[in-house]
């Protein structure tokens, strides 16, 4: 998969970091904090499958802070709560989200960029953290999970190689799943899949982040897969 981007190379302090961030931004896809009350990531189907892109060059680029502005994308009525923007970073780098005002502050002059992505890598890194939980998910160190913080109303979400392969999958996931759903047609939101498990556990209520599908408005753009897309209506032009 191919992905065009913009690449910053922001300074806090002594410390230079790069970073990327999606070109075009991803209008029609929306994130809510889940650390208030319940998180609830919902796009479209080109949203959701280049987020599923960002995660996995996320997951193969220990060097890089991956950053999908999302509060200003197009507001919806759902769900209720807080809009966020989004952070991939590995926990190798160390970086600390209250540095993030200072290194967006830096996001003003990018360099265009294509990243490619390998999927058949990331599947196959992404079935080795499933294997792993399934057999010891209770019992997964701090560097089996992702880490979630919000700070700057942005969800910074730290990471390792196979826990954003995993993340990588279970978003594709929606974005192929999601128009299929009969509720889809009808422009409501459908609940694909979830990244709740990949999160720290806790003795209470734990942080849930779920992702859904929904097609942006107005729906005669969007033709379910399998469906024989509609002839458009000749125009008093046409011939």
């Known amino acids: 998969m191919r992905l065009r981007a913009e690449e910053f190379r922001p300074c806090a302090g002594r410390y230079a970091f790069r970073v990327v961030q999606p070109r075009p931004a991803l209008r029609h896809t929306t994130l809510v904090d ?25 997951a193969y680029s220990p060097h890089t802070v991956v950053h999908v502005p999302l509060r ?22 160390g970086l600390r989200p209250s540095t993030w005002p200072a290194l967006r502050r830096g996001l003003t002059q990018g360099v265009p960029r294509t990243v490619r992505t390998d999927e058949r890598r990331t599947a196959r890194h992404a079935a080795d953290w499933e294997d792993l939980w399934e057999r010891r998910w209770d019992r997964l160190p701090r560097t089996g999970r992702v880490q979630p913080a919000v700070h700057a109303r942005t969800l910074f979400l730290s990471g390792a190689r196979d826990t954003f392969a995993a993340a990588s999958v279970r978003v594709g996931r929606a974005a192929g799943s999601g128009p299929l759903h009969r509720r ?6 459908v609940l694909c899949a979830s990244l709740t498990t990949l999160l720290p556990l806790s003795r209470g209520r734990g942080t849930e982040l779920d992702i859904g599908f929904q097609a942006y408005p107005p729906l005669a753009h969007f033709t379910p897969p399998g469906r024989s897309a509609r002839r458009r209506r000749p125009t008093a032009a046409s011939p």
């Open 34 to 58: 889940p650390t208030r009350d319940w998180g609830y990531l919902v796009g479209d189907h080109d949203g959701l499958a280049r987020l599923a892109g960002l995660f996995s060059f996320a």
């Open 184 to 189: 889809a047609a009808k422009g409501y939101d």
């Open 72 to 93: 200003q994308s197009i507001p919806r009525d759902f769900p209720q709560g807080v809009p966020v923007d989004l952070v991939l970073v590995h926990q190798t780098l």
